[in-house]
């Protein structure tokens, strides 16, 4: 907000006191409509609208469908869930500016998505979206790196998109850029939330595979037939894990304490989670 100097305050003052009582808004007036502007400030950061052309990149990238249920963690006037709720989503906004929701509600209403398009006022650092299966944010690097551990603890396969800002040293399974044209605000990433499957598991009777686990990425070693072999290009995709070791890729599906997949060119293979 400017700050006038004192001066020019009172010549201010002085100016609209002379003005006809005719000039002021007569007593009933309807208060005009709500609008946003670029840069106003907010809880947590100012609001900027996501461009259309990056709403709809960042929910293909997540690859909504109708199955989901997608929440947008500070959703401003509602661009993000409405367009997921047109693609037939469910979709939920939270947002702190309870103008912004009531302009979001009216946005939904208007597009004819409100039985599926809802958006509630709240703190998105307080608010439980742990059902969600596609969460959309455009916050700052800090704040997305505070969001970290609940959104590593989401169920698997749940995908985190983010518009321009990263989530510090968790790399991002993809990302994609807007053309040339674009000059600020014009990244998109996502992450899907990986399965826990850091540790020790058996394989039959002798075999042993030992993974260390930083966010999806995966290292370690497959003993089999007293051969101990490294892993490599080894991670986990949601509930997926895949590896290569001894000239070999591995691909499985983790549930629970059970990795159960196949062998490229080869059989099928399973592993228990040893005790911890």
């Given amino acids: 907000m ?8 009172a010549c201010l003052l002085s100016f609209w006191g002379g003005q006809p009582a005719a000039a002021q808004p007569a007593i009933g007036t309807p208060a005009p409509a709500y609008a946003p502007s670029v840069g106003q400030t907010g809880k947590d950061v100012v609001w900027v609208p996501t461009h259309q052309e990056l709403v709809d990149r960042m929910l293909d990238m997540a690859k909504v469908t109708a199955e989901d249920y997608v929440v947008d963690l500070g959703s401003g006037d509602g661009r993000t ?4 709720a047109r693609r037939g989503a ?6 702190y500016n ?9 946005n939904a209403q208007a597009a004819g998505v409100a039985g599926r398009a809802t958006f509630a006022q709240g703190d998105i650092f307080q608010s439980d979206f742990s059902d969600a299966t596609v969460v959309t944010l455009f916050l700052l690097q800090t704040l997305n790196e505070r969001l970290r551990p609940t959104l590593l603890a989401m169920k698997p396969g749940t995908r985190v998109v983010s518009n321009t ?11 994609f850029e807007r053309d040339g044209q674009c000059t600020s605000f014009c990244r998109a990433y996502l992450w899907i939330i990986p399965a ?15 993974l260390d686990q930083t966010f999806q990425m995966l290292s370690g070693t497959l003993t089999r037939e007293g051969r101990e072999l490294p892993l490599s290009e080894a991670r986990m995709t949601g509930d997926r894990i895949t590896f290569t070791a001894g000239g070999q890729r591995y691909s499985g599906t983790l549930e629970g304490d059970r990795i159960a997949g196949r062998i490229e060119g080869g059989g099928a293979w399973s592993a228990t989670r040893a005790a911890r």
Avoid: N
């Fill in 98 to 106: 309870p103008d912004l929701v009531a302009l979001s509600q009216r």
């Fill in 165 to 175: 800002f990263t989530m510090g040293d968790w790399e991002a399974d993809q990302s």
């Fill in 81 to 84: 869930v409405i367009t997921a």
């Fill in 90 to 95: 469910r979709a939920h906004g939270i947002e």
């Fill in 196 to 210: 826990r499957a850091g540790g020790a598991w058996r394989l039959g009777e002798e075999g042993r595979l030992t």
């Fill in 2 to 9: 400017t700050r006038l100097p004192l001066l020019a305050t």
